[in-house]
């Protein structure tokens, strides 16, 4: 969604703010209880205190219209997780946002359990229409009026109120400057993750990274240094979007930096709300919707028709160099030099397990460097690891290298490879090895990680290729064997006397 002006959010605003006013006093939470005794609204209070879901019922009953389905339970524990990043997925109309954002902010305003909380979005707009039902709640709720006051501060906006108390609850987008977001010399404490993208965004590579980046060097370094809570809610949008990377991200231990939580509408063949979507519902909607766009909006399975590589085919099949022994390996060097200012080039080194055709990727060196500065690379990685093959493209090695080979000597033997065939089917035929699991990679090995990225992200605007393309180099030696007739012998004494007339 794009970014709304003035006339369009506050039209947007006024309807959901009727429709909420209207709820309300046409439900029980419109008018008092009907024992309003300071004795019975102590009572009220600790128990809400003590139980999410008394407090639920007994206040904003107009939310909970069907039964209350377990996995709701584990969304009341996750609202008070502290100190580690929950990330929440569950279809729409699964009441992830009504449960965790809505009902527990006011609970936790209420009580006073947080002292300046944020709900972060896209933009400032769509974080106000998640604040805007907490705001008119705490506004005309009379059951929550009865039992805690007046609850309306100084300062009451569409995008920022304070209570009587002097707790806090912004609004906010990820663009923002958190460190703004200090009030009374507290920084936030809480933070609820809600539409941190959209459609387009989430198929933007650059979009994604931005929003993965804000989390872990924008909001986390912002928050107060312990018993912070963080909820990540969303579904996923894209194989590739930001919420489906953050469930993958691992820290230099391997562990998961994120705690997920998914809720797909069907699990063990059973529904998990069966008060709202009954299972003979659920496959009525998959018959009319088609199982791909099912799985999509009731599975929280991203649509990956576009991807031909898939993450998770590398991430299953992680290995950890230092444990790993190269001796009985076939080492193959895999070169890709950058042409314009624009590419990167690739120097990939990787072991061959000969008898099962396994390929552990050992060096992964993705930058961009002049001729001569991939020449002293070659020469430090082969010292490091020597190789049995040096594989690099023809026409590059050509014009680029060879002029400065003569003149260094560096006493690297190459296979130039000829290719004949367009780039994009070259690199496709890498996809039936990765997904059977051939290719190994270790995260933490140099430029692993963005080595994975442009595989996954291959084919898509402002995605680099370059290491796909010598990772291809090195697969098609694989399965030709090493030493067809594709591929021409350049030995460095050959190579000056085929070069001496043009140099």
């Given at each position: 969604m794009a970014k709304l002006t003035k006339a369009q959010f506050l039209k947007q605003a006024?309807?959901?703010?009727?429709a909420l006013r209207s709820r309300i006093r046409e439900g029980a939470a419109g008018k008092p209880f009907d024992d309003v005794s300071p004795a019975a609204c102590v009572e009220r209070?600790?128990?809400?205190?003590?139980?999410?879901?008394y407090f639920a019922r007994t206040y904003l009953p107009h939310y909970l219209t069907d039964e209350t389905p377990d996995f709701h339970a584990e969304i009341d524990e996750l609202a008070y997780a502290q100190d580690e990043i929950h990330i929440l997925m569950a279809s729409r109309g699964y009441a992830k946002t009504t449960r965790r954002t809505t009902l527990h902010s006011i609970r936790k305003l209420c009580y006073r359990l947080r002292k300046n909380m944020l709900i972060i979005s896209d933009t400032v707009d769509k974080a106000a229409l998640h604040?805007?039902?907490?705001?008119?709640?705490?506004?005309?709720?009379?059951?929550?009026?009865?039992?805690?006051?007046?609850?309306?501060g100084g300062t009451w906006t569409d995008e920022e109120i304070i209570t009587a108390a002097g707790d806090r609850m912004a609004a906010c987008s990820w663009r923002q400057n958190l460190r703004g977001e200090v009030y009374l010399m507290q920084r936030p404490d809480e933070a609820i993750l809600e539409d941190l993208e959209s459609r387009e965004s989430a198929r933007s590579p650059k979009q994604v990274e931005k929003r993965l980046a804000f989390?872990?060097?924008?909001?986390?370094?912002?928050?107060?240094p312990e018993g912070w809570i963080v909820t990540w809610i969303g579904t996923p949008l894209d194989a590739e979007c930001a919420i489906v990377r953050a469930k993958g991200e691992r820290d230099d231990q391997g562990e998961p930096l994120y705690v997920t939580h998914e809720y797909p509408a069907v699990a063990d063949g059973r529904s998990i709300w069966p008060a709202r979507f009954p299972l003979r519902l659920l496959r009525k909607k998959q018959r009319e919707m088609g199982t791909d766009a099912y799985l999509q909006e009731f599975g929280l399975v991203p649509p990956s028709k576009d991807n031909i590589f898939r993450r998770e085919w590398f991430r299953r099949n992680y290995y950890e160099r230092d444990k790993l022994d190269i001796s009985e390996l076939l080492i193959v060097r895999g070169v890709d030099p950058s042409q314009g200012i624009h590419d990167l080039a690739a120097l990939l080194t990787a072991g061959v397990n000969t008898a099962t055709m396994d390929i552990y990727f050992l060096q992964v060196v993705l930058r961009r460097m002049s001729a001569l500065e991939l020449i002293e690379e070659c020469v430090r990685l082969d010292s490091e690891i020597p190789a049995h093959a040096n594989l690099i493209e023809g026409n590059l090695y050509r014009d680029l290298l060879a002029p400065i080979l003569n003149k260094r000597r560096p006493g690297i033997d190459f296979a130039q490879v000829i290719n004949t065939q367009n780039k994009e089917l070259r690199i496709r035929t890498q996809a039936s090895a990765v997904e059977l699991g051939r290719y190994h990679l270790d995260p933490n090995v140099g430029d692993s990680r963005e080595l994975e990225n442009q595989y996954v992200l291959f084919g898509r605007p402002g995605?680099?290729?370059?290491?796909?393309?010598?990772?291809?180099?090195?697969?098609?030696?694989?399965?030709?064997?090493?030493?067809?007739?594709?591929?021409?012998?350049?030995?460095?004494?050959?190579?000056?006397?085929?070069?001496?007339?043009?140099?």
């Open positions: 006024e309807e959901l703010i009727a209070r600790r128990r809400g205190l003590e139980d999410s879901e604040l805007l039902p907490i705001k008119v709640e705490l506004e005309i709720n009379e059951h929550l009026r009865c039992d805690f006051g007046e609850m309306q989390v872990r060097e924008d909001l986390l370094p912002a928050l107060v995605v680099m290729d370059d290491g796909p393309d010598a990772g291809e180099l090195i697969h098609r030696w694989v399965r030709a064997g090493g030493g067809k007739p594709e591929y021409e012998s350049v030995r460095k004494r050959g190579l000056e006397d085929a070069m001496r007339g043009w140099l």
